[in-house]
């Protein structure tokens, strides 16, 4: 361990885009305090930010710690930071079996987490943990390197969820909702663009109820998406996750008006069955979803839309499951996050009788699949021809043999790529494309208008 000397880190992200919002936040912070980020063989901390929303991503943190125990024989100084809703619910447990593991830090917990490693290098015996859920928003340091920062960022709005929903841990692991005020955001957004950010993603776990808790300033989210798109300089703005039992009026209309917001919402369905989306605790109908998803489409006819889908909810009939491929179909996702049912302990699902088996969970995720493939095949499609400005995000697998190729994003989200003859790094460009091919998940095309 180089206690006087340059530390060397690397972080490790699983989940959602709120967790890579904490990570890049982390790397931001312990790169303004001279520590160097690094490859995982090389690294003096490692920091694990996990996810506990599915089973699958629980099980591959004990997985990745016990794989990362074996750096401490080369490094004894070596330690192992763990932080996010995985940690939030195991705490210092994880001390019991993990030897390396010295910090453990929840959702909460993160904006100690450059101070508490600084502690910890220079304590070599002690153990921290940063577990308890505050009744406020926690706010961050500021953190922006000299250089580096990428065109796209993501900017916390609150924390936290009041819903619960049947299925869904998020409240528990991340606590009940605090809103940061309208004017940290605000800050927080210039400061971004200042640095050379062109597109700002904002996040919580319900952005329609941004506000609307004790910690809230009065700004409610369509007050607040104003605010943010007529920054000078933001040349785009997009945001999740967004619960339609809560979607205002005004946010739908923002589609039609507001000239910085992307043509593009991440709307999550779950089931397309009344009696699934009661027992989930949803809060809405099929009928008043496929009634949002007309508004929006009379807002903004070429809105691109995605959304969630759990497949194998305790009960969920056959006929259920119909509902859900109806609703899927009717509104024509242009693509979707699909996964089986997976009990979480503490929610209120987890108790429910009546448990789909793992082969006809298996089946109908399958089923539902393949139609969502045809959908969003149908969707690249339908960019043949277009022209759409493309937000550079770095060098692209693909490449037609001549010359490097680049990818990016169009207004809707879609990844696109294109090969592009000049020298020098475009990342961070907007370039014109026109869309000459559609793929599997992405399309490519042929640069009309350059950086």
């Given amino acids: 361990m180089q206690k006087n000397g340059t530390m060397k880190y690397h972080l490790i992200t699983f989940g959602c885009q709120m ?65 996010g809703c995985v940690a939030q619910q195991v705490g210092r447990a994880f001390w019991k079996r993990f030897p390396q593991v010295r910090l453990v830090f929840g959702t909460d917990g993160i904006a100690s987490v450059p101070d508490s490693l600084e502690r910890l290098v220079q304590e070599p015996g002690l153990r921290l943990s940063l577990l308890e859920l505050s009744d406020e928003y ?3 340091e500021t953190a922006y390197p000299d250089s580096g920062l990428p065109a796209q960022a993501y900017v916390n709005i609150m924390q936290g969820c009041d819903n619960y929903c049947a299925y869904c841990i998020v409240p528990y692991t991340r606590g009940p909702q605090k809103s940061r005020s309208s004017r940290a955001v605000l800050q927080e957004c210039e400061e971004l663009v200042a640095a050379g950010v062109r597109e700002i993603t904002l996040l919580g776990q319900n952005v329609n109820s941004y506000g609307q808790d ?4 009065g700004t409610r989210f369509a007050g607040l998406l104003e605010m943010v798109c007529a920054l000078p300089g933001l040349e785009r703005v997009r945001f999740t996750t967004s619960h339609p039992k809560d979607i205002d009026p005004e946010v739908i209309r923002g589609f ?7 043509p593009a919402l991440h709307l999550p369905l ?20 496929l009634r949002i998803i007309e508004a929006l489409r009379r807002e903004c006819p070429d809105i691109v839309l995605s959304t ?28 979707s996050f699909s996964f089986k049912y997976s009990d979480r302990p503490g929610v ?18 399958e089923r539902l699949q393949a139609i969502q493939e045809e959908l969003t095949r149908s969707s690249l499609q339908r960019m043949l021809g277009r022209s759409p400005e ?61 950086p």
């Fill in 19 to 83: 967790n890579v919002c904490d990570s890049e936040w982390l790397h931001r912070a312990l790169q303004v305090r001279g520590w160097q980020r690094a490859p995982e063989n090389e690294a003096d901390v490692i920091l694990v930010n996990t996810c506990s929303v599915r089973e699958k991503p629980e099980q591959k943190v004990y997985s990745l710690l016990g794989r990362l125990s074996a750096y401490r024989r080369i490094n004894p100084d070596f330690f192992v930071g763990v932080g």
């Fill in 138 to 140: 926690p706010e961050r």
């Fill in 214 to 217: 004790a910690e809230g300033d």
């Fill in 256 to 262: 039609g008006r507001l000239q910085a917001l992307c």
């Fill in 270 to 289: 779950q089931s397309g069955s009344d009696r699934v989306l009661r027992r989930m605790g949803r809060g809405y109908t099929r009928e008043q979803y």
């Fill in 308 to 335: 969630d889908l759990i497949v194998g909810f305790p009960g969920e009939t056959e006929q259920d499951f119909q509902d859900t491929l109806d609703v899927l179909q009717k509104v024509g996702f242009d693509s």
């Fill in 348 to 365: 209120r699902a987890a108790g429910f009788s009546e448990k789909i088996d793992e082969k006809r969970k298996g089946e109908r995720l």
């Fill in 390 to 450: 493309v937000l550079v995000e770095g060098h692209s697998p693909r490449s037609n043999g001549s010359y490097p190729s680049w990818y990016g994003r169009e207004p809707g989200g879609r990844i696109v790529h294109f090969p592009w003859k000049p020298s020098g790094d475009i990342t961070g460009s907007l370039v014109r494309v026109r869309i000459t091919k559609a793929h599997k998940h992405s399309a490519s095309g042929e640069v009309i208008e350059g």
